[in-house]
């Protein structure tokens, strides 16, 4: 685990995403900088979330959460809370399947007339390292068209796509369209290091740049911006695609070939080949890495090994932390470099 330095700036890092790919990333990045910010994506309409959504018509907390969770401190109390908060009600009317979190929330939101005043007293009560930003504050949900023209409304029907899922999507947009919130796009420009992803790309990542005002944001950002690729492809959201798909896609919705500088992708042999066949099953493979398309998109690829062994195949929140830390180390060295003066 790496030690913050004391007594020299810590780098501004913001993370954009939402769900376990967002909460992994802060998990590994909260122990090298304390000016971290979670920039989450508020379109999930599914599970507990989507329940109370639909039953107080608050913005969905399960996202938030997460994050809030993963900058909590690692000591023993904090991992209490943290147990807590992710603790999730299996019997009781009206109980189930709930989160403890995602109800502390919605009470604190319903208390005090805000999602951001819950948020605020949430992430004092956990002690976070860093903050969490909701990328919106207007309830807007999720829409997806197919190649053929057929919609698709709600991030979990597009999450897990039973309509038509031998098509490939052809877009996703927000109904209605949204205003980022401010402190996201302050937090962007400021920031030393913008990074997106890993998440599912359609529900997870392209709802946060499909919010006015984060796309312009990352583009006129001076940060090292780096897209962090999916490991395994998905059924129904992206079937056969490779590393370059996804990138195209993400330059797609920021609007500009020149919104990424670096690539960061998993070295695949870490994949452990029992646990690959029960993806297979599932339709879902590994993320194929062609480099050479991907150098036509974005200045920097950079390959290593990302994985945790375990029954899933997931990013390693400190090897991932890390990799995006190396990164930053280098384009920092590069800006200092470009900018000296030249001799006479």
Same mark, same amino acid.
């Given at each position: 685990?790496?030690?913050?330095?004391?007594? =020299?700036? &810590?780098? !501004? +890092?913001? /993370?954009?995403?939402?769900?376990?790919?967002?909460?992994? @990333?802060?998990?590994? %990045?909260?122990?090298?900088?304390?000016?971290?910010?979670?920039?989450?994506?508020?379109?999930?309409?599914?599970?507990?979330?989507?329940?109370?959504?639909?039953?107080?018509?608050?913005?969905?907390?399960?996202?938030?959460?997460?994050?809030?969770?993963?900058?909590?401190?690692?000591?023993?109390?904090?991992?209490?809370?943290?147990?807590?908060?992710?603790?999730?009600?299996?019997?009781?009317?009206?109980?189930?399947?709930?989160?403890?979190?995602?109800?502390?929330?919605?009470?604190?939101?319903?208390?005090?007339?805000?999602?951001?005043?819950?948020?605020?007293?949430?992430?004092?009560?956990?002690?976070?390292?860093?903050?969490?930003?909701?990328?919106?504050?207007?309830?807007?949900?999720?829409?997806?068209?197919?190649?053929?023209?057929?919609?698709? =409304?709600? &991030?979990? !029907? +597009?999450? /897990?796509?039973?309509?038509?899922?031998?098509?490939?999507? @052809?877009?996703?947009? %927000?109904?209605?369209?949204?205003?980022?919130?401010?402190?996201?796009?302050?937090?962007?420009?400021?920031?030393?290091?913008?990074?997106?992803?890993?998440?599912?790309?359609?529900?997870?990542?392209?709802?946060?740049?499909?919010?006015?005002?984060?796309?312009?944001?990352?583009?006129?950002?001076?940060?090292?911006?780096?897209?962090?690729?999916?490991?395994?492809?998905?059924?129904?959201?992206?079937?056969?695609?490779?590393?370059?798909?996804?990138?195209?896609?993400?330059?797609?919705?920021?609007?500009?070939?020149?919104?990424?500088?670096?690539?960061?992708?998993?070295?695949?042999?870490?994949?452990?080949?029992?646990?690959?066949?029960?993806?297979?099953?599932?339709?879902?493979?590994?993320?194929?890495?062609?480099?050479?398309?991907?150098?036509?998109?974005?200045? &920097?690829?950079?390959?290593?090994?990302?994985?945790?062994?375990?029954?899933?195949?997931?990013?390693?929140?400190? %090897?991932?932390?890390?990799?995006?830390?190396?990164?930053?180390?280098?384009?920092?060295?590069?800006?200092?470099?470009?900018?000296?003066?030249?001799?006479?």
């Amino acid at each position: 685990m790496t030690i913050l330095n004391r007594g =020299r700036r &810590e780098p !501004n +890092i913001v /993370v954009i995403g939402g769900g376990t790919g967002a909460y992994t @990333a802060l998990m590994g %990045l909260k122990h090298h900088t304390r000016v971290l910010t979670a920039i989450i994506s508020m379109a999930d309409s599914g599970g507990s979330t989507g329940r109370l959504r639909d039953e107080f018509g608050h913005l969905p907390p399960g996202d938030v959460r997460k994050a809030l969770v993963a900058l909590a401190p690692d000591d023993d109390t904090s991992l209490i809370l943290r147990r807590l908060f992710e603790y999730r009600f299996e019997k009781g009317d009206g109980l189930s399947g709930h989160t403890f979190g995602n109800l502390f929330l919605t009470a604190l939101t319903e208390i005090s007339g805000s999602l951001d005043m819950a948020i605020a007293e949430t992430s004092h009560i956990l002690n976070i390292r860093g903050r969490v930003i909701p990328v919106t504050l207007t309830d807007t949900h999720l829409v997806a068209e197919t190649v053929d023209g057929h919609v698709i =409304r709600g &991030e979990t !029907n +597009i999450d /897990v796509r039973t309509i038509h899922p031998e098509l490939p999507l @052809a877009r996703v947009y %927000l109904e209605p369209g949204a205003e980022a919130h401010a402190e996201a796009v302050r937090a962007i420009e400021e920031a030393d290091i913008v990074v997106i992803g890993p998440g599912d790309l359609y529900s997870s990542l392209l709802p946060n740049l499909l919010v006015r005002g984060i796309p312009e944001a990352i583009n006129r950002s001076k940060a090292a911006k780096v897209y962090v690729c999916n490991i395994m492809t998905k059924r129904g959201e992206t079937d056969g695609y490779r590393a370059s798909d996804f990138t195209r896609q993400i330059l797609r919705y920021l609007g500009s070939e020149t919104s990424i500088d670096y690539v960061l992708a998993n070295y695949h042999e870490r994949l452990d080949s029992a646990v690959l066949r029960r993806y297979a099953a599932d339709g879902s493979v590994p993320v194929g890495l062609d480099l050479t398309e991907c150098y036509e998109l974005v200045p &920097e690829i950079r390959v290593k090994p990302l994985t945790k062994v375990g029954a899933y195949v997931r990013h390693d929140s400190h %090897l991932l932390a890390d990799a995006v830390m190396e990164i930053y180390r280098q384009h920092k060295t590069q800006r200092i470099a470009e900018e000296a003066p030249t001799p006479a």
